[in-house]
């Protein structure tokens, strides 16, 4: 089984400095949900980990997200594609939390329920957190430059090491060749 974990806000929605704090609120990149579609189709399961502190900071609730998440999956499926999972930390970023990004805990349990090489699965995602997230894990740490993408090139020149490209669609055509 072969997994390749997303971010979501940045990486296949836009993001916002408010926060998404509705379905109405959450749109997608263009072109993301397509490019989850065909990795589907080429054989991989997408698992989704997320930061998600608007709710640790009262902006929102678990029902409220587990509402914007069964938008991104209804989406995601009217055009062909599936998410496995949804991992996401709720915590304040004050909690230290193991589960937070840059932290790798909810990678670590994602392995733990499926048993499969993290040493050979890509995670995607447009914030050093992300980028962090995977190296700790042995992932294979991928940027887009959707989101916060461009900031984070520009704020952390290591990132300029690891494969980076235009927006997730990009990312996949690359992956699957």
């Known amino acids: 089984m072969s997994f390749i974990i997303l971010d979501r806000d940045g990486v296949i929605n836009y993001d916002s400095e408010s926060y998404i704090k509705s379905p109405d609120e959450w749109h997608p990149i263009p072109g993301s949900l397509e490019a989850i579609a065909r ?6 399961k997408i698992v989704i980990v997320t930061n998600q502190s608007g709710i640790a900071r009262g902006f929102y609730d678990e029902s409220i997200l587990h509402l914007i998440h069964e938008k991104l999956i209804r989406e995601c499926a009217e055009v062909g594609g599936q998410i496995e999972m949804i ?5 304040h970023p004050d909690e230290d939390c193991s589960c937070r990004k840059p932290k790798p805990g909810l990678i670590y349990e994602l392995q733990k329920k499926y048993a499969f090489d993290l040493s050979k699965t890509f995670f995607i995602g447009d914030s050093y957190g992300d980028i962090r997230a995977a190296q700790t894990a042995g992932c294979l740490p ?10 984070t090139l520009e704020q952390y020149p290591e990132c300029k090491t690891i494969p980076n490209f235009a927006n997730l669609s990009h990312a996949v055509s690359y992956l699957i060749g």
Do not use: S
């Open 87 to 91: 991992l996401f930390c709720p915590h």
């Open 39 to 44: 990795l589907n189709q080429f054989g991989y």
């Open 142 to 151: 991928v940027l887009v430059l959707t989101g916060n993408g461009e900031r």
